[in-house]
């Protein structure tokens, strides 16, 4: 499943989120097309007086083989996808596969805001594969979000060849 919603925890925390300063360079929202992501990407389109762009490939991981699993077992099988990039966990698609997924999608957001800055909502095992691209780093769980409830980001980087990551 992955059409639920934004907690309201996850709603609450997106709103004090509005008022970082980096917000206001924004050009343009790109949303997953899951229901979660969109719900952030609303929020953060009528704060900025945007539409939000979809793409089916800013999507989470393609964890379809398991479905919604207790968070003990997710844990367990999530530590062996991130370890295991080019071997399936589960039957959960490979990290490396998934990554390169993520980054063709950035990389054609980019293309499409050449001159802009484009936000992109998706999702944390998403942000890890493309943050270890950015960072030239081996696809590692070290890069996922922190286990606080979500809401994580990193805002800003340089797109220039060597890729700097800069967070808040």
């Excluded at 925390?13 to 997953?32: D, E, F, H, K, N």
């Excluded at 793409?55 to 989470?60: H, I, P, Q, S, W």
Aim: charged share 25%; glycine share 8%; proline share 5%.
């Amino acid at each position: 499943m992955t059409d639920w919603c934004l907690s309201e925890r996850g709603r609450e925390r997106i709103v004090a989120g509005l008022m970082q300063p980096w917000l206001s360079s924004v050009t343009a929202i790109w949303s997953s097309t899951e229901r979660k992501a969109l719900d952030t990407a609303e929020i953060l389109a009528d704060f900025l007086g945007m539409e939000v762009q979809e793409r089916a490939d800013l999507g989470e991981n393609d964890r379809s083989s398991t479905g919604y699993l207790p968070r003990a077992e997710f844990e367990k099988t999530a530590h062996a996808f991130f370890a295991n990039p080019d071997r399936s966990a589960r039957g959960w698609a490979p990290a490396r596969v998934e990554q390169g997924r993520i980054v063709s999608a950035f990389d054609e957001v980019r293309r499409l805001e050449p001159n802009g800055t484009p936000l992109i909502v998706s999702h944390g095992a998403v942000g890890a594969l493309l943050l270890a691209h950015l960072l030239d780093q081996p696809i590692s769980r070290d890069l996922d979000q922190l286990a606080n409830g979500g809401g994580n980001w990193f805002s800003a980087f340089d797109p220039s060849p060597s890729w700097k990551v800069f967070d808040d």
